[in-house]
């Protein structure tokens, strides 16, 4: 039997690019392939920044420089930006967040001296989010250019972002466990549409937060926080929250039903996927102390329902073995 060939790289050294790095795209150039032990990987120039960036990413993290993903880069900055605004509407603009008036600005970025900053220089920068978070003109990039480019972040905004960690209950880490392992082990799918959809899911935790009102003078902004975690969802659980085996049931989902937002069709167990992932989407965004520790409080609020609920939320039933012939679609 003839030994298997190594794979062939779907990127060419010189090639423009996209690259992952947390839940953001940049712009970038594949300079070298590296192929060893049947795995593929490019190390990656982002465009715009120093060399000192560069580094070896999988393929997985890399997509190509086309209509369709750029497309995907700009509704990953949306659904950032998308947040905000809900959040914001309601407790930022009306300055209950950090005492100020309704009129006055609010900087973009957030200083040293309003929030825990991150100094570590061995990751490469998140992807840029357009007005919010743009090129700083103190730290051009190498080659000058006629105006700032909306999607490279300076080196100063990169370091000084909040790094954001969202606490997963201890009741549902198990759980996060037991989805990984039915998929990628067992290579199990959960079944889809499901029983019952994250639309659904937020929609029941929107009426219990309602039914029991509210306990604090603080206003509890369920619609706009539900709204924000359905705008993340559809936005990143094609590029985010899947397993590598899910992906052809993904693209038969797409193909089957293209005006449908995928939280009518999936549920809770990628729901909670999301979770583990939207911190890193959160220190993209201009929020102080403050501002953060509500809106975490608020996402930690949505998993104690997640908890109190996980019986009828997540079960190994909803869950059925793959059939052969989607075995070699996976491969």
């Given amino acids: 039997m ?20 947390g839940p953001l795209l940049y712009e970038a150039k594949c300079v070298k392939i590296n192929i060893k032990e049947k795995q593929i990987k490019y190390f990656i120039h982002y465009s715009g920044w120093n060399k000192n960036w560069d580094e070896w990413v999988p393929e997985s993290r ?4 086309v209509d369709s993903n750029l497309q995907k880069q700009k509704e990953l900055q949306r659904a950032n930006h998308y947040f905000l605004f809900l959040f914001f509407r309601d407790h930022y603009v009306e300055g209950r967040m950090r005492g100020v008036a ?11 001296n309003d929030v825990k900053t991150k100094k570590n220089k061995q990751k490469p920068p998140g992807a840029g989010e357009g007005t919010s978070s743009g090129g700083d003109p103190a730290h051009p990039p190498r080659k000058k250019r006629a105006r700032v480019d909306p ?26 466990v037991d989805d990984w392992d039915l998929i990628t082990r067992q290579k199990q799918l959960f079944h889809l549409p499901a029983k019952k959809n994250v639309d659904a899911v937020l929609e029941d935790y929107a009426s219990y937060k309602k039914s029991r009102g509210n306990s604090d003078s603080k206003e509890f902004a369920v619609n706009e926080v539900v709204a924000g975690i359905r705008e993340y969802f559809n ?13 052809p049931q993904y693209a038969d989902v797409l193909a089957n039903h293209p005006d449908t937002s995928m939280s009518q069709i999936y549920g809770a167990p990628h729901l909670l996927r999301l979770f ?17 520790a509500l809106l975490l409080s608020y996402l930690q609020d949505f998993l104690k329902y997640l908890v109190k609920n996980s019986a009828s939320l997540f079960n190994a039933s909803d869950y059925e073995v793959a059939p052969p012939e989607y075995h070699r679609k996976a491969v």
């Fill in 276 to 292: 583990v992932r939207i911190g890193a989407m959160l220190a993209y965004t201009p929020l102080d102390e403050k501002s953060l």
């Fill in 62 to 65: 890399v997509l190509k420089y």
């Fill in 151 to 176: 999607t490279v972040e300076s080196e100063e905004t990169f370091i000084n972002r909040v790094e954001v960690k969202v606490k997963i209950p201890e009741e549902l880490k198990p759980w996060l």
């Fill in 235 to 247: 936005v990143m659980l094609g590029t985010q929250l899947l397993y590598k085996f899910e992906r």
């Fill in 102 to 112: 309704p009129n006055k600005k609010i900087p973009a970025v957030p200083q040293k």
């Fill in 2 to 21: 003839a030994p298997k060939q190594d794979p062939k790289p779907k990127f060419q050294e010189g090639e423009r690019v996209l690259c992952f790095h």
